[in-house]
């Protein structure tokens, strides 16, 4: 079954070969990028061979994206949910693939003769992280662009030891990752060129790996094998390292966690007597469900971006006088940035620039309009890159209608003469 290669690659690592570590194909940590909660991907091998596939979020509409005899493993979404990279070995060595979202596409990008494995998206989408045993047999992190090409070791890892599992940050300014050096795998993050590798987790008494990042870059799940207890666990810490927890604490296997594009929950694997599954559970641990039934490892969110335009209208009784003034108010829902624009009526047009002291500029176009006795103030944000509330360009929506799905802009129109109608908002 595939878990129990897992749990033999963390669990028993000291117990074994450093090739047979390798063969064993530990899994990624790809990270999970913000936005809308999409579908999950996973590997699984309910139909007799190990494939890809995808599901929705409560465990419904199971589709097969791969069908090679090969086996198809540690799907990685891409930041804007289009595309998944994976590892195959239908080369005959392990390759790293890409398709499109619907399994369309399949294309190879490596082709060195050495085993590579564990993708892992950078958030521009340009690059894209894997781990290779091609310098001298034994693992490292190294980077490629989107198409294949520029494939350069980038962790250089002295050997015996090597590094495995790399998981890049949303904010693109890390590559968390696993490192082995003769005792224990730990919890390691470098900057994108290598540079800078620090030890987070630092804890000889457990075995540390698949690192994935939270959307919002702050925090880090990983798996921990306690060696004295025998199990795998799911853990969380801050970037970091500090603050690290169990999440799970339950008497199974609980393996490669996978953060919801919006933050609040986290699929993870799961085994006990039989194959493994794949549960979901809230970011602090609670209600773990479990969400599909074959034996399945490797789940990966997809982040759906938001589409659209926001629009606010405010219809007005009669004519405004020239010099009368609306006030255009702007709430990010995180609380940190909270704004008032006054604009006047007749002097106001086009593009506006609404200065936001956290997250920068935010540009708005602004119509208004006086026909028939009743004038029409309009305000249209893009959803683009100076158009977010979070820690990444273009991830988060900018407005909600109440009943609706989360915000993280809400915009308000007041003004200081009579309104026939409540603003509108639409997008």
């Given at each position: 079954m595939v ?12 117990l074994?070969?450093v ?6 194909g530990?899994?990624t940590?790809?990270?999970a990028?913000?936005g809308?909660n999409?579908k999950?991907?996973?590997s699984?091998d ?8 995808v599901?929705d979020?409560?465990g ?9 005899p090969?086996?198809?493993s540690e ?18 060595n392990g390759?790293i693939y890409?398709?499109?979202?619907d399994?369309s ?5 490596t082709t ?8 892992s998206?950078?958030?521009d989408?340009e ?6 045993n091609r310098?001298g047999?034994?693992?490292d ?5 989107d ?5 350069r070791?980038?962790?250089?890892v ?7 599992e ?8 890390h590559i968390?990752f696993?490192r082995?050096?003769?005792?224990d ?15 987070l987790t630092?804890?000889?008494a457990?075995?540390d790996?698949?690192?994935?990042w ?7 799940a ?5 060696s004295?207890?025998g ?9 970091d390292?500090?603050?690290q ?7 199974s296997?609980?393996?490669?966690a996978a953060w ?7 699929a993870?694997a799961?085994?006990?007597l039989?194959p493994?599954?794949?549960f979901v559970?809230d ?7 479990s969400?599909s039934?074959g034996?399945?490892?490797?789940p990966?969110?997809q982040?759906r971006e ?13 004519t405004?006088?020239e010099g009368a003034?609306?006030?255009?108010k ?5 609380g940190?940035?909270?704004?008032t624009?006054?604009?006047?009526f007749g ?8 200065e936001?002291e956290?997250?920068g500029?935010l540009?708005?176009?602004?119509t208004?309009?006086?026909?028939g006795?009743a ?14 509330c979070?820690?990444e360009?273009g ?7 109440p009943?609706?799905?989360?915000t ?7 003004n200081?003469?009579?309104v ?6 639409t997008?």
């Amino acid at each position: 079954m595939v878990v129990l290669r897992r749990v033999c690659s963390v669990g028993a690592v000291i117990l074994l070969t450093v090739a047979s570590v390798l063969a064993a194909g530990a899994p990624t940590g790809a990270s999970a990028f913000p936005g809308k909660n999409g579908k999950i991907v996973f590997s699984s091998d309910r139909n007799g061979n190990v494939d890809i596939y995808v599901m929705d979020a409560d465990g419904s509409d199971v589709t097969r994206l791969t069908t090679d005899p090969a086996v198809d493993s540690e799907p990685s979404w891409s930041a804007d949910g289009k595309r998944i990279a994976f590892a195959s070995d239908r080369s005959g060595n392990g390759d790293i693939y890409v398709m499109d979202d619907d399994g369309s596409d399949q294309r190879r990008l490596t082709t060195d003769p050495s085993a590579d494995r564990g993708p892992s998206w950078s958030p521009d989408g340009e690059h894209i992280a894997f781990t290779s045993n091609r310098d001298g047999g034994f693992d490292d992190i190294f980077v490629m662009d989107d198409d294949g090409s520029d494939q350069r070791n980038v962790s250089n890892v002295a050997a015996p030891a090597f590094a495995i599992e790399p998981s890049w940050s949303p904010d693109g300014e890390h590559i968390a990752f696993s490192r082995f050096a003769g005792g224990d795998f730990e919890i390691y993050v470098m900057r994108p060129d290598g540079s800078g590798q620090t030890d987070l987790t630092n804890n000889p008494a457990s075995s540390d790996s698949d690192a994935t990042w939270s959307p919002d870059a702050e925090r880090i799940a990983f798996t921990s094998f306690v060696s004295v207890a025998g199990l795998n666990e799911i853990f969380v810490m801050d970037a970091d390292g500090t603050g690290q927890r169990n999440l799970t604490n339950d008497p199974s296997n609980d393996f490669q966690a996978a953060w919801s594009p919006d933050g609040e929950k986290i699929a993870f694997a799961r085994q006990r007597l039989g194959p493994s599954t794949i549960f979901v559970m809230d970011e602090d641990g609670d209600d773990p469900t479990s969400i599909s039934g074959g034996d399945d490892t490797g789940p990966n969110w997809q982040p759906r971006e938001v589409d659209g335009d926001v629009t606010v209208t405010k219809w007005v009784n009669g004519t405004p006088p020239e010099g009368a003034t609306y006030d255009v108010k702007i709430v990010c829902d995180n609380g940190d940035d909270e704004f008032t624009k006054v604009l006047t009526f007749g002097e106001t047009g086009g593009t506006q620039t609404f200065e936001r002291e956290s997250f920068g500029p935010l540009e708005c176009e602004v119509t208004e309009t006086g026909t028939g006795g009743a004038a029409t103030v309009e305000i249209t944000c893009a959803n683009g890159e100076n158009a977010e509330c979070g820690n990444e360009p273009g991830t988060f929506e900018l407005f909600d209608d109440p009943g609706g799905d989360d915000t993280a802009i809400e915009i308000s129109v007041t003004n200081t003469f009579p309104v026939s109608a409540e603003p509108t908002f639409t997008g």
